[in-house]
């Protein structure tokens, strides 16, 4: 038993698990941009209730919602994987 469990941690990721983690890589870093971008518009002093600066306050939830889901779904298919 021991032997089974060195051969499978020995084991390289699949080119799918590496593409999967690749694409989740540039996932993030566009909604990191995306939070920074976001970030730069709340800490502004000089908008008004009725610039376009407060809708996308309104879209950061939208985004957090949106990285969060996408981290769920990869990381179901990373735990899918380890079942195999």
Known sequence: MHK???RVVQQRPTTFLQNTVHRFENELMEHC???DDH???IRMDTWGP???SSSS???LPNVM???HDFMVHVASKV???ARH
Do not use: Y
């Open 4 to 6: 089974d469990f060195n």
């Open 33 to 35: 941009k995306w939070i």
């Open 39 to 41: 970030e730069q518009l």
């Open 50 to 52: 009725s610039s376009s």
């Open 57 to 59: 306050l309104q879209v």
């Open 65 to 67: 919602r949106n990285a």
């Open 79 to 81: 735990k899918c994987l």
